[in-house]
């Protein structure tokens, strides 16, 4: 009896010690993977992010951002004659003369994930495809998307057009500080009024499952199986071809959490369960901590330029971070001040406060003057109320003199008046 006691005791322990060892980390079907904080871009899983892919039409968030930052939403575009005869793929069927605005093509661009969009889009503010791809390349490098190359502005197939799931989510965070983007990414229908060319209005919905699905087909996450829809997301793009595969750029926000996740070249509707178990992973692991709130006095400094004077500081910026739940208590913090030359002027940086865990920065804030900082204790408000004083004396005892000098004269003039009067009466 006690054997088997101690034998079930001992598998027990086993099954709990297996337990314990089970990892958090989300299963991800596709091929490459990445989940980061969209505010920070700090990494919180991945798998082979850095692995160069075709990217489909997950390339239009570069086009689209591209075009809102170059011109507006009422801008009017029309139509080549090339552009409808010469593009594969989803299409609105634009027709050649046709005329829209920026804001349709966008729509049209960002939720059926129209070809024929992202080519006029292109051409008309780039002038050729050509000189708007150098550019959508040039974007890249300003942002820091190294691995990335750009042959077209739409994602269809070429040897010579790849990124990687780190340059995607990158470019994603990006694109998402754009409020009009944003609108656009989250939006789930559209429709295009009649135009020159069509007498009837199009409609279309997002292709994107996570923001609105009616189909039946089902995704398994956590054990059981749902719907691809996910409450929580906030956009943003879809992508296939053959040699792509399945793609998917997707952003959501939950109680102040912001994620972005990408997945790429899996199969189906794998790219929603990826997103499902990256999203559950972050928003079940980390948390949106604010590590110090703008304003915030930090400490006085000691300045030695001819006298002796401390000047306090005080945070620019709140500084919110991404951080795993339950490492608030390993998080240290220094201040660094720089070398400081008198005047400050009010708000002048002179130094940062970081924010460290585990050795590794995760955050840091400018430190800046809270008031105008002068040269020397004379011209600080205390001293110039101080010299207004003397000056002010100084002035009172120099019209004093005056007066008074004024006064002799006039006194003098009266006693020689005085005189004369009293010599005049005399003599007569």
């Given at each position: ?307 002796s004077r401390e000047i306090s500081v005080i945070t620019e910026s709140d500084l919110t971070t991404l951080m795993k739940k339950g490492s608030d208590n390993n998080i240290e913090s220094n201040v660094v001040i720089n070398d400081i030359t008198l005047p400050l002027e009010k708000n002048q940086v002179i130094g940062k406060i970081e924010y460290t865990l585990d050795g ?69």
């Amino acid at each position: 009896m006690i054997k088997k006691v101690i034998a079930y005791f001992f598998v027990f322990s086993i099954f709990l010690l297996n337990t314990n060892k089970v990892s958090a980390e989300p299963n991800i079907l596709s091929d490459t993977a990445i989940l980061i904080d969209a505010k920070t871009g700090t990494l919180l899983a991945e798998k082979n992010a850095d692995q160069k892919m075709y990217p489909a039409s997950l390339t239009k968030i570069m086009t689209a951002i591209l075009a809102i930052e170059m011109g507006n939403l009422s801008d009017v575009l029309t139509v080549d004659e090339d552009t409808p005869y010469e593009i594969e793929g989803s299409h609105i069927a634009l027709e050649p003369g046709e005329i829209l605005t920026l804001k349709d093509l966008l729509y049209a661009l960002m939720l059926p994930s129209a070809n024929d969009a992202a080519s006029a889009i292109a051409k008309h503010y780039g002038g050729s495809t050509e000189k708007f791809v150098n550019l959508m390349n040039e974007k890249a490098k300003e942002l820091g998307a190294y691995n990335t190359h750009f042959a077209n502005p739409h994602g269809l197939h070429d040897e010579n057009h790849y990124t990687t799931a780190a340059d995607l989510a990158l470019i994603t965070k990006y694109a998402m500080t754009n409020e009009t983007f944003k609108k656009i990414v989250s939006t789930v229908k559209y429709e295009i009024q009649t135009t020159n060319k069509k007498s009837e209005v199009r409609y279309f919905t997002t292709l994107n499952k996570l923001l609105y699905n009616t189909s039946s087909n089902q995704i398994y996450v956590n054990g059981v199986y749902i719907s691809p829809f996910y409450e929580y997301a906030t956009g943003a793009k879809t992508g296939y071809t053959p040699e792509a595969g399945n793609c998917l750029v997707a952003t959501a926000t939950k109680d102040g959490t912001d994620l972005i996740a990408v997945t790429m070249h899996g199969v189906s509707l794998e790219m929603y369960q990826d997103a499902h178990n990256l999203f559950n992973y972050g928003f079940n692991e980390y948390k949106s901590t604010t590590l110090i709130s703008k304003n915030t006095y930090i400490k006085n400094i000691e300045i030695k330029n001819g006298d002796s004077r401390e000047i306090s500081v005080i945070t620019e910026s709140d500084l919110t971070t991404l951080m795993k739940k339950g490492s608030d208590n390993n998080i240290e913090s220094n201040v660094v001040i720089n070398d400081i030359t008198l005047p400050l002027e009010k708000n002048q940086v002179i130094g940062k406060i970081e924010y460290t865990l585990d050795g590794e920065i995760i955050g840091s804030v400018n430190l800046i003057t809270p008031i105008k900082v002068k040269s020397t204790l004379t011209e600080e408000d205390g001293g110039s109320f101080i010299m207004g004083i003397f000056k002010f004396l100084g002035t009172l005892v120099i019209f004093s003199v005056i007066a008074l000098f004024l006064l002799k004269i006039y006194n003098d003039i009266r006693i020689k008046i005085n005189r004369r009067k009293r010599r005049k009466k005399y003599n007569s």
